[in-house]
């Protein structure tokens, strides 16, 4: 049967009986229930050294599954921006994942740009992750974020992930938004933007030099390891 894309970036838990499928969703219910009463903890942060990790995590996954990766800043970018650096991560993470996972032929590309927002103070990243994979269905699309959704009506992947929905809760907790656009059997692309808030010269840091380099990834964890 054709793979279907589902709402879930986790690990999958392949026909093991429904006791097993119970404690994966009991485990993913307290997982939601926990981000739920998340707090957003914005801190100056180094943007071109977190995107350039991200990436770096984004090409060995795609490596392995035999796709092309490219990652491209269409702007120019602040050196410092203030945000949630852990929840950004995970946002970017959790699509490119989702990406990688279901798409089976050609390449997962993340685009990121800038631009001002609306009260002229503060900085808005957007953030483009667009895949060449199976698509989603535009039913499915209204849906495709909720908690245990499952789109279209195959079972070739089965999961109790909750990537996409963790990702839109962590957007709209830092005042962003989130959206897809998808043609079923072309592809789809997931576009978030985010505000960024100033940085006082007295917020930052000595910088650390060097941006540091991917050796390897813990592709057996529910969140990505970077090692």
Do not use: C, W
């Amino acid at each position: 049967a054709a793979a279907t894309r589902q709402a879930f970036d986790g690990r999958l838990f392949v026909g093991t009986g429904k006791r097993h499928h119970r404690k994966a969703l009991g485990r993913s219910s307290e997982r939601t229930r926990r981000i739920g009463h998340t707090v957003q903890r914005r801190t100056p942060a180094a943007i071109g050294p977190v995107l350039h990790q991200v990436a770096d995590v984004a090409r060995i996954r795609a490596t392995q599954a035999g796709l092309r990766f490219s990652y491209e800043t269409l702007t120019q970018l602040p050196a410092v921006i203030k945000t949630d650096e852990r929840k950004l991560r995970q946002i970017l993470l959790n699509l490119l994942s989702n990406a990688v996972k279901f798409t089976e032929n050609g390449s997962v590309t993340l685009t990121v740009s800038s631009r001002a927002a609306e009260d002229g103070q503060r900085l808005v990243l957007i953030f483009e992750v667009e895949d060449t994979g199976i698509g989603i269905a535009a039913d499915d699309q209204a849906r495709i974020f909720d908690a245990f959704v499952q789109a279209g009506k195959s079972q070739t992947h089965k999961g109790t992930g909750l990537g996409l929905t963790i990702s839109r809760q962590f957007v709209k907790l830092m005042g962003g938004t989130i959206e897809v656009a998808s043609t079923p059997g072309h592809g789809s692309r997931f576009r978030v933007e985010l505000p960024t808030d100033p940085v006082k010269e007295s917020e930052l840091l000595q910088p650390e030099t060097g941006e540091g380099k991917i050796t390897g990834v813990d592709l057996d964890r529910p969140d990505y390891r970077v090692l």
